[in-house]
C-alpha cells in the first residue's frame, strides 16, 4: 500500500499526460473529418479534393502576379488598337448584349459542331492571365461516346448520393420532382464535354514540385474567357463544378496526379425545345459601388 | 512537510493539466499562424482571409450550381441567335485574336476613360454564372484621388514586407533591383480602380448567414468576363490578388464582413510608352488533350 501511495503522483501524472494526448489526437481527428467529405472506403478517392495552395501562397507570393525571372526579360512596347470614345461606347454596349444572352441551358442538340470552332475557344481560354505566367489548366474536350457516358455515369453516381444525403427522410416522396436534378442527359447529348483541370503544381527539370499558386482562380479566370468564347460563336453551356467525382473523372481520363478537375462544361447548340428558369439578374446599382 | 507531501498528488496533476493545456494552446497558436499571416497586432486584421466555404461546400450542394427552387419558376423557351459555320469559324478566329492581344500592363495613362464604357464593363461581369444564382460579387470602382492614393499606400506598405520577407539578408543589396516590383505607381495614374469582391455569405431574411457556394470560383469567372469586357474596349490592366491588405482595403471602402476582397485591377488606356515582358503562350496542343 505505501508503495502504491508513494507511486501515486507519477501515476497521476502518467494518466494526465495520456488523456491531453488522446484528447489532442481526438480533437486532430475531427478537423481532419470536417475537411474530408465521404468516401474513406472509396479506393479512387485521392487527395484530389485538398487543394488549399491559395492559402499557402499569402505569404511568400507577390501579390501582382508578377513573372519571377521577368526583370531579366526583353521588354517590348505595347501598342494595342486604340478606338475612339464613341466606338468604345458602341463596343462595350455590343459586348454587353451579347454576354448578357447567355444563359445556363441544360438542354442541349446531339447536332455536330465544327472541331475548329472548339479549338479556336480553347485558343481563347488559354490568353487568360495566371499568376506567375504558369498557365495551370488542362482542356480535356471528349468527344467519343463511350467515354462521355462513363462520365456521365460518374457524374449522375454522385449527384444521386449527393442528393440523397441532402435530402434525408424527405427523399422518398421529393423524389420524382428532384430527379430532373440529378439525371444529366445532356452529358451524353453534347457533341462535346470540356473538362477542365487545374494544374495544383509544376514539376521542376530537378523533379521538385514546384506550387502553382493561385491556380484555382487563374483556371476561373479562363473558364470566364471560355464562356465568352463560346457565347461569341453561338453555342451553350452550363457551368458545373463536379468535385466529388473529380478524382473518378481525372482516372477515368488518365490526367496525372497534379491536376484537379475544377469543372465540366457540356457544349453543342441549343436543343430546339430548349427552356431556361425565367430568373433576371441584379441591375448595375446592386452590384457596382462608385467611390 | 507532510502536508505539502500529501497535497504532492494534486499539485502535480494540476501541473500536468496546466502543461496539457498550455501546449494545446501552443499548437493552436502555431496552426493560427500558418494559414493567419501576420499582423496579430494590427487592428483591422479580422476574419477576412479565412473563406474555405468552397472546401465545406463539397458535401451539401449539387454540382451544377442549379438554383433552389427552379422546380417552381416559369421556364420560358431559349432560341438565341444562330450562326452559320462559316460566321462561327471566323467570329471565333476573330475573338482569339483580340483576347490574344491582351496583356498584363503595368504602365497606365492619366487619360480620363469615359465612365459609361466602365459601367458596360461591369454589366458584362455580372452576367457571369454564379452557384445557385446567387451573384456573390461587388464591383467597387474608385476614381476618386484621394482614395487612389490611400490605396496604393496600403498595397504597397504590404508588398514591400511581402518582399522583405521573402528575401531575408538579400534584401538590402537587391533593394534596387526589386523596388520597381513594390512600388505601384500605376494605382495613383490609372483613371479608375476597379476592386472586386466576393460575398462569402448573405443574410437571409430572418438574420441567419447563407452560405454563397462557389463564390470564389464565381467571382473568378465573372473577372473573366471583365477582362474580355475590356479588352474588347481597348483598355488595359494588370490582375492582382492583393491578398494580405484586403481587410484594410475592405475598412477603407466601407464594405461590409461578408465581402472579401478578390482581385484588384487598375484601369485605363496603356501609356504611350508603356512595355511589356516578351513572354509567349502555351500552344493549343499544350493546354488542350481530345478524347
Same mark, same amino acid.
Given at each position: 500500500m505505501a508503495l502504491i501511495s508513494s507511486f501515486t503522483p507519477l501515476l497521476i501524472a502518467i494518466l494526465c499526460v495520456v488523456i491531453a494526448f488522446l484528447f489532442k489526437r481526438y480533437k486532430t481527428t475531427e478537423s481532419n473529418k470536417a475537411t474530408k467529405p465521404r468516401g474513406e472506403s472509396r479506393p479512387w478517392v485521392d =487527395?484530389?479534393?485538398?487543394?488549399?495552395?491559395?492559402?499557402?501562397s499569402k505569404d511568400n507570393e507577390s501579390d501582382d502576379w508578377v513573372v519571377e525571372g521577368?526583370?531579366?526579360?526583353?521588354?517590348? &512596347?505595347?501598342? %494595342?488598337?486604340?478606338f475612339t470614345e464613341e466606338e468604345m461606347l458602341q463596343r462595350s454596349q455590343e459586348f454587353f448584349t451579347l454576354l448578357n444572352q447567355r !444563359?445556363?441551358? !441544360?438542354?442541349?442538340? !446531339?447536332?455536330?459542331?465544327?472541331? =475548329?470552332v472548339i479549338n479556336d475557344v480553347i485558343r481563347t481560354a488559354g490568353t487568360a492571365p495566371s499568376?506567375?505566367?504558369t498557365e495551370p489548366w488542362t482542356f480535356v474536350v471528349v468527344s467519343d461516346e =463511350?467515354?462521355?457516358h462513363n462520365i456521365r455515369? /460518374?457524374? #449522375?453516381? =454522385?449527384?444521386?448520393?449527393?442528393? *440523397?444525403?441532402?435530402?434525408?427522410?424527405?427523399?422518398?416522396?421529393?423524389? *420524382?420532382?428532384?430527379?430532373?436534378?440529378?439525371? *444529366?442527359?445532356?452529358?451524353?447529348?453534347? &457533341?462535346? @464535354?470540356?473538362? /477542365?483541370? *487545374?494544374q495544383t503544381y509544376g514539376i521542376l527539370p530537378n523533379g521538385k514540385k514546384k506550387t502553382h499558386y493561385y491556380n484555382e482562380i487563374s483556371v476561373s479566370i479562363s473558364c470566364g474567357l471560355l464562356l465568352a468564347a463560346l457565347q461569341n460563336v453561338g453555342l451553350v453551356?452550363?457551368?458545373?463544378? &463536379? @468535385?466529388?467525382?473529380?478524382p473518378q473523372l481525372r482516372l477515368l481520363l488518365r490526367r496525372p496526379t497534379n #491536376?484537379?478537375? @475544377?469543372?465540366?462544361?457540356?457544349?453543342?447548340? %441549343?436543343?430546339?425545345?430548349?427552356?431556361? %428558369?425565367?430568373?433576371? !439578374?441584379k441591375e448595375l446599382d446592386d452590384i457596382m459601388v462608385f467611390v
Open positions: =487527395e484530389d479534393l485538398q487543394d488549399d495552395t491559395e492559402m499557402n521577368t526583370e531579366n526579360l526583353t521588354h517590348v &512596347p505595347y501598342t %494595342p488598337r486604340r !444563359r445556363s441551358v !441544360r438542354f442541349i442538340s !446531339r447536332e455536330p459542331v465544327p472541331r =475548329e499568376g506567375a505566367h =463511350e467515354t462521355k455515369n /460518374i457524374v #449522375e453516381e =454522385e449527384e444521386e448520393i449527393n442528393y *440523397k444525403q441532402r435530402m434525408g427522410d424527405k427523399w422518398v416522396q421529393d423524389l *420524382k420532382k428532384l430527379r430532373t436534378n440529378w439525371v *444529366k442527359e445532356y452529358l451524353d447529348m453534347a &457533341p462535346y @464535354l470540356i473538362l /477542365i483541370f *487545374k453551356t452550363v457551368t458545373s463544378t &463536379p @468535385l466529388n467525382c473529380g #491536376e484537379k478537375l @475544377l469543372m465540366l462544361l457540356p457544349v453543342g447548340y %441549343p436543343a430546339p425545345d430548349a427552356t431556361v %428558369p425565367d430568373l433576371t !439578374r
